[in-house]
């Protein structure tokens, strides 16, 4: 997003005779943008995501990953907006004051919008994320991850949802892009893609924000006066992925559409070979305590609920 | 090349029972050594990287591209003392003061380890780089780049050598790997590897310092009184290549053996997934105008030239 000239006026608005006054500067699509115009762009833009990478139909039932952040909120009003069934989902982590404000965002938005906002809670399902953190020597951010994608896939299909959508922007993606490639880790980056199919009981994950950069969601958000939680969550602090998007940003700087290039050009030009060469290498189990699906023995869930209750530290 | 602690003795001298004082530090190596033994330690690594990846023999007749910078001159005294047969190649950019200079020092070196420099003018080939610059709008370091592949690969078979031995350092690598991935250039990426091997007409080109980086090469240069070109070329300002390195040096700070890693971990998880994918694709053509060899009907070097005759800008 880029400054915009002093009583510039909105592109569309102008094309078609009217004086709009342009409201934000989109300089990578060379596009100066009135209030109504900048949320048709969008919208239109997350809905060509969504075709391209034939993520989902109006026939599907999805389950939109919530957390009362800009993304997630965003992506729950335009594709409501777009016609398609979509629910909410959140997981309360039990992070004190950081988990209430964002679930009382959250369910109040779900009231703006009249969908369904399903909850659950950590708590009940095998402790919050704080006792979590004292009883592995794991990040938290790691213990959060394997939380989220259990309960989200796990829910999902009990409730009778087939797709999850997720929140996640083109900085999220490029980030964490970055560093799988600095590490060259293919494990990782055979899953780097906008949509994971379904199999072996997972089912499909789509991130139809992929396109969408941090500053545009929020932008967004903003203009659909979408309230969300504007701090970040506690435990995040020196995560390795805040480094990698500060050094991104620098580089973007210089270079614009150097992002949104490394993440098109990976998908288009890396992502087939490296699927290619792994197809038949991924074998997916059933996990012996849950019965859910693992990519070894036992899930990552339980090994997790073991190691807390092996800790003795208590909720 | 991390801070010495004051008073540090030499590792090895230490097992051996000697007390000699260490002079440099290796974080990521554990090593502290004094002169001696990092001399001894550097010209091991090299010959490990040269046997890790079949690079070259004692059988084989070497020709070191040598431009006076302090990596061409390390890599031809430590492939010399671990006695390969290595001559030196010269190529006289005609770029002023710079290329009389590290024409002058790399003499100098050739007669100190009595080994003949090989030198050509550009000048008398096609025109010096200032010339090239003028005459075409692509910049100086693609045409010196061009240049340079295209005669050394001429004149080394004409003198009968059958390996090209370039002092390419691990920084470099790492830079050039880190602008490529960030576009996700698979032509490029494919020839990313320490050793090209002969084919059609090109002869085998090799990197044996691909794993000794910037500080370490000086260090050892520094250590062996080899008297180097200090100052960067006038053309290099700005490269792209230098950016990268910023960038990769910071991270590198943060996280020592990032860009060993990177590089490393590159060469082993994905170099050989892009090889076998890319494997028949690239056919080497003959030019229609040299006869030597060229990815398309008219090489790269011919095209350079026909630019600089068009243009009409005299030597």
Chains 1, 2 share one sequence.
């Not at 997350?46 to 039932?61: A, Q």
């Not at 701090?231 to 973007?252: D, H, R, T, V």
């Amino acid at each position: 997003m880029g400054k915009l000239k002093k009583g510039s006026r909105c592109t569309i608005c102008k094309a078609k005779g009217g004086k709009e006054k342009a409201v934000v500067f989109l300089p990578h699509h060379r596009l100066a943008l009135c209030r109504d115009h900048y949320i048709q762009w969008f919208e239109k833009r997350v809905e060509k995501t969504i075709k391209e990478f034939r993520m989902f139909s109006k026939k599907d039932r999805i389950l939109v990953a919530v957390s009362g952040g800009k993304d997630s909120l965003t992506l729950w009003n335009v594709l409501t907006k777009l016609g398609y069934e979509a629910d909410g989902f959140y997981i309360d982590l039990g992070i004190d004051q950081y988990s209430e404000d964002s679930k009382n965002l959250s369910l109040r938005f779900s009231e703006r919008i009249g969908r369904p906002l399903h909850i659950i809670s950590l708590k009940d399902e095998i402790a919050p994320i704080p006792v979590i953190d004292k009883s592995t020597n794991k990040p938290a951010c790691s213990a959060c991850g394997t939380a989220k994608r259990y309960y989200m896939n796990r829910y999902a299909k009990q409730l009778g949802y087939n797709i999850i959508a997720t929140g996640h922007n083109l900085d999220d993606e490029v980030a964490v892009l970055f560093g799988n490639t600095l590490h060259w880790d293919i494990k990782y980056l055979k899953k780097q893609y906008p949509v994971l199919r379904e199999e072996g009981g997972f089912i499909r994950k789509v991130k139809p924000l992929c396109k969408i950069t941090e500053k545009e969601s929020a932008m967004y958000a903003f203009f659909n006066d979408i309230e969300y939680i504007e701090y970040e969550c506690p435990f995040s602090e020196g995560a390795s992925s805040i480094e990698y998007k500060e050094i991104l940003s620098k580089i973007e700087e210089k270079h614009p559409g150097t992002k949104l290039q490394f993440y098109t050009n990976f998908l288009k030009n890396m992502y087939p070979i490296i699927k290619e060469h792994y197809e038949k290498e991924s074998q997916i189990n059933i996990c012996k305590i849950c019965g859910e699906p693992s990519f070894s023995d036992i899930c990552g869930m339980c090994r997790l609920k073991k190691a807390v209750e092996k800790s003795g530290v208590h909720n």
